[in-house]
DNA sequence: AGGTGCAATGTAACCGTTTACATTGCAATA
DNA sequence: TATTGCAATGTAAACGGTTACATTGCACCT
């Protein structure tokens, strides 16, 4: 296996040349670089990155926590940021926070063995804890979460208030709809909440009042789905339609009406938000609201590269990018009025 | 941040012993074990893994290369994998090969940079070319591939065979159908390859001829299924159950289905092969076959971290794991005899 | 008591690359 | 011509571990 030594004793120049011309240092005449890159050609020299990376203190490769659970979003995310990274020479690392408890000490030693350049971290929310060991490393890194409340922090996330105040005000405004319940996602999660403030600023703002009954806290499970979407449909006086914070919930509703033996929409109608691959084929396709998750997966790799690159991140404004959403209108939902 | 130069300074010993203690060499005393250990832990030591890998010249990270391709299978697989190196303190490197030209690029430098201490390389075949990079890598690899017939490597697999088997003899036996087609996927796919043999295998174990527009090749998209499925279902004699080689054409001959106004499973059956998380919610629910994605990550990974522990692979006999697949009979077959 | 063997520890080379600093040699200048 | 300055290249230290080899010292044997 060549190294820089003996590339530097075939083309007789020493090793620094070599690694200047291999590095494209200014410095070294075009005459000289040429010469080197023909012999390291000849010998078929790879770098040794770990070398390189030891020698420099610094790595090309980006981590891209995850947490535990397997999700749909996940290919399509790790595409976009593999993608995004291998243009620039970086590689990715896939680090699956295995129970959410380890989550800290993971990261806290993947933090500050070397091993990475950079992280983009996907968390439902930002802890005390969590924050406390953000405030210790050194490594740039660029958070996918939900909530932009984050202030100090570069956030990339979908634009759930647009979308869950789209899909509400779409509910109401063009169908017709007046009474209309929420199933949250967990309440810790900031996706989640900010999906539960967008509903209930549409509704305020179209004048729609909300009974306290008709909100419902979930999980984003499906199981969750059926068991609040069957109390929602047993009240007396019941909502004509809900609008589920997942896709994953809406498919529990489905579930619910069934059971109940009620029509979607005619008798209930459902809303969800992700577009999960799922939701165009259930009967009746699902109305709901897609975002571009590979996109996300981009921005955040792009963000996170350009920080590694120009270290002048500290005192800057930290950057705060949404993704677009985009209302999915199917036939879970119709026009009433 | 403290390296073992900071601790051998604290303990009062070399930093050779600090070295041996932490690697929890037999050769150091108990005493001494735990003073090192004791400085380590109040110095909040990390150890730097990329010097580590560097003095040591192996890596404990394990690239996972992916097609191109999008797939709700990955992050099941990536979740298996990741688990299994997780364990085992490794970490999991997932690469995907951007362009399928490029896959060869990719691989013979990142195989030879020093950079993984193993591989496991997901490929629909193995190419003359791929072998040749394969032979001259010196890191140990695994194969996750259809095809059991690459017969010098470890290959992880599912067993491709058994479940189309399985399936078309349920078919023919279970429901009695006699008239069954086969859309194939792509003819260079090892997968797609070892299900038509089952196919064929089971058709004629049963005594039933298949007539040779019965079987048609697609490419594993839903189009494609659309497709051939039209043509299928259009034949003056057309079969009574269509096998789609995996259940993203067999969607594609629901779309078929609906625009020729055929029922399914009155006027047509179908089955598919993946289980993919939508199949259950079409309706009706798919007929198919499942493997356990999770489970393919995880024996891959143990079998090349096995692989990396014991350096004696060359010589052994090629390991070759099959996942095991289960029929899943759902409403889009019924019994008609 | 002196020698032997071995367990515990220490010393220093080494891994491949980068880079601060030193050196060289040539062109421009006085 | 001697001096200066700078561009090109060279030398060697440094990065943080691991490990071959050297050393130490103690227990045991004769």
């Given at each position: 296996?060549?190294?820089?030594?003996?590339?530097?004793?075939?083309?007789?120049?020493?090793?620094?040349?070599?690694?200047?011309?291999?590095?494209?240092?200014?410095?070294?005449?075009?005459?000289?670089?040429?010469?080197?890159?023909?012999?390291?050609?000849?010998?078929?020299?790879?770098?040794?990155?770990?070398?390189?990376?030891?020698?420099?203190?610094?790595?090309?490769?980006?981590?891209?926590?995850?947490?535990?659970?397997?999700?749909?979003?996940?290919?399509?995310?790790?595409?976009?940021?593999?993608?995004?990274?291998?243009?620039?020479?970086?590689?990715?690392?896939?680090?699956?926070?295995?129970?959410?408890?380890?989550?800290?000490?993971?990261?806290s030693s993947v933090l500050r063995n070397g091993l990475l350049g950079g992280l983009i971290l996907l968390v439902p929310n930002i802890s005390a804890t969590l924050k406390n060991i953000l405030a210790q490393t050194k490594i740039p890194f660029v958070i996918i979460?939900?909530?932009?409340?984050?202030?100090?922090?570069?956030?990339?996330?979908?634009?759930?208030?647009?979308?869950?105040?789209?899909?509400?005000?779409?509910?109401?405004?063009?169908?017709?709809?007046?009474?209309?319940?929420?199933?949250?996602?967990?309440?810790?999660?900031?996706?989640?909440?900010i999906r539960v403030k967008a509903f209930k600023d549409a509704c305020l703002e179209n004048k729609i009042t909300v009974p306290k009954n008709?909100?419902?806290?979930?999980?984003?499970?499906?199981?969750?789905?059926?068991?609040?979407?069957?109390?929602?449909?047993?009240?007396?006086?019941?909502?004509?339609?809900?609008?589920?914070?997942?896709?994953?919930?809406?498919?529990?509703?489905?579930?619910?009406?069934?059971?109940?033996?009620?029509?979607?929409?005619?008798?209930?109608?459902?809303?969800?938000?992700?577009?999960?691959?799922?939701?165009?084929?259930?009967?009746?396709?699902?109305?709901?609201?897609?975002?571009?998750?590979?996109?996300?997966?981009?921005?955040?790799?792009?963000?996170?590269?350009?920080?590694?690159?120009?270290?002048?991140?500290?005192?800057?404004?930290?950057?705060?990018?949404?993704?677009?959403?985009?209302?999915?209108?199917?036939?879970?939902?119709?026009?009433?009025?």
């Amino acid at each position: 296996m060549p190294n820089i030594k003996e590339i530097a004793r075939k083309a007789k120049v020493s090793v620094a040349t070599v690694s200047r011309a291999l590095n494209d240092d200014p410095k070294v005449t075009e005459e000289t670089k040429q010469l080197v890159l023909k012999v390291a050609t000849e010998l078929n020299y790879k770098p040794n990155i770990v070398a390189r990376n030891f020698a420099k203190k610094t790595s090309n490769i980006i981590g891209l926590i995850l947490p535990d659970i397997t999700d749909e979003f996940f290919s399509e995310l790790i595409k976009g940021v593999d993608e995004v990274t291998y243009q620039h020479n970086f590689f990715t690392m896939v680090i699956s926070s295995h129970r959410y408890l380890q989550l800290e000490n993971t990261l806290s030693s993947v933090l500050r063995n070397g091993l990475l350049g950079g992280l983009i971290l996907l968390v439902p929310n930002i802890s005390a804890t969590l924050k406390n060991i953000l405030a210790q490393t050194k490594i740039p890194f660029v958070i996918i979460s939900g909530g932009m409340s984050t202030t100090n922090y570069d956030v990339v996330s979908v634009d759930n208030y647009q979308g869950a105040f789209d899909l509400t005000n779409y509910l109401i405004k063009k169908c017709g709809y007046s009474k209309i319940a929420h199933i949250t996602g967990p309440s810790d999660n900031d996706d989640a909440k900010i999906r539960v403030k967008a509903f209930k600023d549409a509704c305020l703002e179209n004048k729609i009042t909300v009974p306290k009954n008709f909100i419902v806290e979930g999980d984003f499970t499906r199981e969750s789905g059926l068991r609040l979407g069957m109390e929602l449909m047993s009240l007396k006086n019941k909502p004509e339609v809900i609008f589920a914070a997942n896709d994953m919930m809406a498919l529990g509703c489905y579930d619910a009406a069934f059971k109940k033996g009620l029509h979607i929409p005619d008798d209930i109608a459902v809303a969800g938000f992700d577009d999960i691959f799922v939701s165009q084929y259930l009967n009746p396709p699902l109305t709901t609201v897609r975002a571009q998750i590979e996109d996300e997966g981009k921005r955040a790799a792009e963000l996170l590269i350009e920080k590694i690159k120009s270290k002048i991140s500290v005192n800057n404004q930290p950057k705060k990018i949404k993704i677009a959403t985009e209302l999915v209108i199917r036939n879970s939902t119709k026009i009433i009025k």
